[in-house]
Antibody
Framework: EVQLVESGGGLVRPGGSLRLSCVGSGFSFSNYEMNWVRQAPGKGLEWVSY????????YYADSLKGRFTISRDNGKNSLYLQMNSLRAEDTAVYYC??????????????????WGQGTLVTVSS | EIVLTQSPGTLSLSPGERATLSCRAS???????LAWFQQKPGQAPRLLIY???SRAAGIPDRFSGSGSGTDFTLTISRLEPEDLAVYYCQQYDDPPFSFGQGTKLQIK
């Protein structure tokens, strides 16, 4: 069974930092692209960041302006999101989501097919 | 950046009726990388449709996707009470991989 479990959320003061983790199981983690998606309270989904299966390619939402860094450790089946200079508007549930299967140079996108349960980040003084 | 605009914002229908949800993109995709998600209250989103019209695993055939260019549609052919949810489209063709703002489906 495919599972994604996020952790690391909590209460942080404006300007502070937080590192989120997501551990995958039940699939070959190193063969899949991964994403972070967030949802502010009562609001819609916002795509945050993407990382390729090897970790060599990353993309970010324009609104983040270099404050967030996505990374992964395939040996630990883990995905990370380092969040710096946090603002009140970063308050949200953060989900990790599985993306495309990658085999060699070929990618097989099928949307974000598995999601974790989310971890809540609250930025407040 | 591709902006996705969903309509209507809210849709209220009765069980057994047909629901048609729209997603319009600000520019055409070079590939058919458009997905639809369902999110029920208190739950993580669930993938319904990928590549415009392919149903994800375990999704009933009441759900179908269509469209091309800049206009895409999610159709739920026979509404059931459990279809109460917010539905989102997302493009994964060109980063940033934007979502639409969502359509809330209410069941009368």
């Amino acid at each position: 069974e495919v599972q994604l479990v996020e952790s690391g959320g909590g209460l942080v003061r404006p300007g502070g930092s937080l590192r989120l983790s997501c551990v995958g199981s039940g699939f070959s983690f190193s063969n899949y692209e991964m994403n972070w998606v967030r949802q502010a309270p009562g609001k819609g989904l916002e795509w945050v960041s993407y990382i390729s299966s090897s970790g060599t390619t990353t993309y970010y939402a324009d609104s983040l302006k270099g404050r967030f860094t996505i990374s992964r450790d395939n040996g630990k089946n883990s995905l990370y999101l380092q969040m710096n200079s946090l603002r009140a508007e970063d308050t949200a549930v953060y989900y990790c989501a599985r993306g495309a299967l990658t085999l060699g140079l070929d990618s097989y996108p099928v949307g974000l097919d598995y999601w974790g349960q989310g971890t809540l980040v609250t930025v407040s003084s | 950046e591709i902006v996705l605009t969903q309509s209507p914002g809210t849709l209220s229908l009765s069980p057994g009726e047909r629901a048609t949800l729209s997603c319009r993109a600000s520019q055409s995709f070079s590939r058919t990388y458009l997905a639809w998600f369902q999110q029920k209250p208190g739950q993580a989103p669930r993938l319904l449709i990928y590549d415009v019209s392919s149903r994800a695993a375990g999704i009933p055939d009441r759900f179908s996707g269509s469209g091309s260019g800049t206009d895409f549609t999610l159709t739920i052919s026979r509404l059931e009470p459990e279809d109460l949810a917010v539905y989102y489209c997302q493009q994964y063709d060109d980063p940033p991989f934007s979502f639409g703002q969502g359509t809330k489906l209410q069941i009368k």
